[in-house]
């Protein structure tokens, strides 16, 4: 198993900025991807950013420019930094990866996707 916390959170104005962090734990862990969502009140989960393991990046239109997603391997953590944030930015927003991980002897290498519990976002006016 492989789990995720994000941490990072919390109130802003508008314009500001802030930054996501999210730790994987587990063992001998290989990332296919990892990426954050978030969900607005009322609204679904929608995807932000992703990076895939050879370092390809994907935005949603709405954050281009605002967001950079990045990781570092070694920590096994990725993170989100938010600059000009808006209103409309507010939500919770989860980590997300995928990959595999060392299961034991038995079982080997195993897949995992693997979200986090959420950090609260809140952009004022």
């Known amino acids: 198993q492989v789990q995720l916390v994000e941490s990072g959170g919390g109130f802003v104005q508008a314009g500001g900025s802030l930054r996501l962090s999210c730790v994987a734990s587990?063992?001998?862990?290989?990332?296919?991807?990892m990426g954050w969502y978030r969900q607005a009140p009322g609204k679904q989960r929608e995807l932000v950013a992703v990076i895939s393991s050879g370092g390809t990046l994907n935005y949603a239109d709405s954050v281009k420019g605002r967001f950079t997603i990045s990781r570092d391997n070694a920590k096994n953590m990725v993170y989100l930094q938010m600059n000009s944030l808006k209103p409309e930015d507010t939500a919770v927003y989860f980590c997300?990866?995928?990959?595999?991980?060392?299961?034991?002897?038995?079982?080997?290498?195993?897949?995992?996707?693997?979200w986090g519990q959420g950090t609260q976002v809140t952009v004022s006016s």
């Open positions: 587990g063992r001998s862990i290989r990332f296919n991807a």
């Open positions: 997300n990866a995928a990959g595999t991980y060392y299961a034991g002897d038995y079982f080997g290498r195993e897949s995992f996707n693997s």
